[in-house]
């Protein structure tokens, strides 16, 4: 009787002919090198020397092939985050009102014999192209502002030194402010800055006290575009060295910039507008996901982002 697969039955007897056409077999093998399926010869254990061979699995795990590029599975996000990106206007400092704004307008229209409301109109005409990358340098600015003011300026030289000061000012923000950012750093974080801004805020930036504890500063008058632009995101994130999924983005959500943190793969977190109600703001949008009141409690919600969920009563 044969068992399934063609083996010889346990009780069955093979004749003399079968033995002797297998010892045939063997010796010609023995002469050849070659077994009876065509390959190598590989040594039989004796009785006493038996051994268990272990097969490699047929597929080893590694990188997976899709038609012969390789993909190797993302290890998919930290519990914590290496790298926290903040706006600026808003969420660091202030955002400006309308009469902050005027008063502005004003400082500028003493140094320059232009009306107020002629230089409050030429920067509400002018955001645009004072924060999409179009006017990247403090030179550009100023030439730009001075032909939208017209007849009565003095030169766009006179109007830098204005625009440089009244940007000093606007970056001045409050030491626990400062005080945050030194603790995240302290912790290990990279700390970035990402902002809609316009070159005299980008030029007077080196000189604030925030930008001695951020690692990286993007703007978008020199980037070349404005929130929630995905390149932003990149740029910020490409600067620190840090996966966008391994960064968590702050802030107030002014431009959309919380949707595109999200779109390009931050996890994204919203502070109550700094400055109040009444501050100037563009783009909002409705966020249903986690909220601060202010940037003084980021480290305490990181912390909480991190920790273990309790368990509740009634949990098995």
Do not use: N
């Amino acid at each position: 009787m044969a068992l399934p697969g063609g083996g010889p039955s346990p009780r069955g007897r093979s004749s003399p002919a079968t033995r002797s056409s297998a010892i045939g077999l063997g010796a010609a093998a023995a002469r050849t090198g070659v077994d009876r399926a065509g390959g190598p010869q590989l040594p039989r254990p004796g009785p006493q020397h038996s051994q268990r061979v272990d097969r490699p699995p047929l597929r080893p795990p590694g990188p997976v092939t899709a038609g012969g590029a390789v993909t190797i599975p993302s290890p998919g996000p930290r519990a914590y985050p290496q790298a926290l990106v903040l706006d600026l206007f808003g969420t660091l400092v202030d955002a400006p009102t309308r009469a902050q704004r005027l008063q502005a307008a004003e400082t500028i229209a003493a140094a320059t014999a232009v009306p107020a409301a002629v230089i409050e109109q030429a920067y509400i005409d002018s955001w645009a192209e004072r924060h999409d990358g179009r006017l990247p340098t403090l030179d550009s600015l100023s030439e730009h502002l001075w032909q939208r003011c017209g007849e009565g300026t003095p030169t766009p030289h006179d109007l830098c030194t204005v625009l440089l000061r009244l940007a000093t000012a606007r970056l001045s923000a409050s030491p626990d402010v400062v005080a945050v950012l030194r603790t995240l750093r302290e912790r290990g974080l990279r700390i970035a800055v990402l902002s809609d801004a316009s070159a005299d805020i980008a030029e007077a930036w080196q000189g604030s006290a925030l930008s001695e504890s951020v690692d990286v500063a993007v703007f978008s008058c020199r980037a070349g575009a404005v929130k929630p632009h995905i390149s932003l995101y990149r740029a910020v994130t490409g600067q620190l060295g840090v996966a966008p999924q391994d960064t968590m983005y702050c802030g107030d959500g002014g431009g959309d910039e919380l949707r595109g943190a999200t779109a390009a793969g931050l996890t994204a977190v919203r502070v109550e507008r700094r400055g109040g109600p009444s501050t100037i703001a563009f783009g909002d949008r409705p966020w249903h996901g986690p909220s601060i009141s202010g940037v003084e409690q980021l480290p305490a919600f990181m912390l909480a982002s991190r920790a273990p969920r309790r368990p509740k009563e009634g949990d098995v």
